[in-house]
């Protein structure tokens, strides 16, 4: 789609501590002169995993840079690097990361994802950019549970001044969904996001609730919902993998939204998640702003990461 991307002096800047992190890390096991050998693989080994790589991938690339050591395809510490970044971009072979459209009728986002991990804004962001980008974009607040939660997307709706579908707190949220689908159909939106529950992922009552406002909305408007996009908090590290396979198992998650990536430093579980789960990273949320949004590039993060 291409309105979501941002420059590679962008994504630098948004990815300082990670980047801070991981460089300060590498440069104390990769020191001037030093040679390559098992006791240096197995401290670089310990970096990663401690830069939430993950134990899994870590394991992975470690392997293949053992492989290119010991047949001398790397000769010094100043081949690790380079080895490292082109293996990590390799993870993400050339597929289609951009946001599904419908072709006819409205484009239908079901957005998922736990309390506190900043869905709510991360909807914000997708509706700016796109009614920015001349789409009618209409909000529904399906996270019926939370008063707080309806006047927080009120809220941003009045902000970027876009429109919203709503009950009273309390009421069904696939009702809300089902009266959102009718009004889009209506109002002859270009995309339909729909808020949900900011669901603990061990409750499996209200799990069941987000699989049943996905076949509402998929009675109502044929092929929706088009995206499922899964909202992950990047300063959380690991236990957002814990929580990712857990939303997988009860609805069809097409893409996932990293939020908050540009306050932590523990951006390499961008990595973890394609090695695991093999979902793509579709949106980064990189500030505050509604304009901070970005498509997912792997080249640019990488460099960014290791720069």
């Keep these: 789609m291409g309105i979501f991307t941002k420059t590679a002096e962008y994504f630098r800047d948004r990815l300082g501590k990670t980047r801070a992190k991981i460089s300060t890390s590498l440069s104390s096991v990769l020191s001037l002169g030093r040679n390559i050998d098992e006791t240096l693989l197995d401290e670089l080994e310990e970096t990663l995993i401690t830069d939430d790589i993950g134990v899994e991938t870590t394991d992975k690339l470690m392997s293949g840079l053992r492989v290119a050591y010991r047949s001398r395809q790397i000769a010094t510490t100043d081949d690790i690097v380079p080895f490292l970044k082109e293996h990590i971009k390799s993870y993400w072979p050339h597929r289609d990361r951009q946001l599904r459209l419908a072709e006819t009728g409205p484009t ?3 957005v998922a994802g736990v ?3 900043g869905k709510t804004t991360s909807i914000a ?4 950019i796109l009614s920015r980008n001349n789409k009618m974009v209409l909000l529904a607040a399906c996270d019926t549970f939370r008063a707080a939660a309806v006047e927080q997307l009120s809220i941003w709706a009045e902000r970027i001044g876009v429109q919203i579908i709503k009950h009273k707190t309390g009421g069904d949220p696939a009702a809300v969904a ?4 009718q009004a889009a159909v209506a109002r002859n939106a270009d995309v ?3 808020d949900t529950a900011g669901r603990l992922h061990t409750k499996k009552d209200l799990m069941k609730q987000l699989t049943k406002i996905r076949d509402v909305v998929a009675r109502k408007i044929p ?3 088009n995206e499922v996009l899964l909202v992950l908090d990047a300063t959380t590290g690991q236990n957002a993998i814990v929580q990712a396979k857990m939303f997988t198992e009860a609805i069809d998650v097409t893409g996932i939204f990293l939020a908050k990536l540009d306050g932590t430093a523990r951006g390499g579980i961008v990595i973890a998640i394609k090695d695991q789960l093999d979902i ?3 949106f980064v949320g990189l500030g505050e702003k509604p304009e901070d949004i970005a498509e997912f590039n792997p080249d640019t ?3 960014a990461l290791f720069n």
């Design 223 to 225: 092929g929706a919902p």
């Design 280 to 282: 793509p990273v579709k």
């Design 301 to 303: 993060f990488v460099e």
């Design 108 to 110: 239908v986002i079901l």
């Design 178 to 181: 089902f009266d959102a689908c």
């Design 125 to 128: 962001k997708l509706g700016f």
């Design 115 to 117: 309390n506190g991990t």
């Design 192 to 194: 339909l996001i729909l």
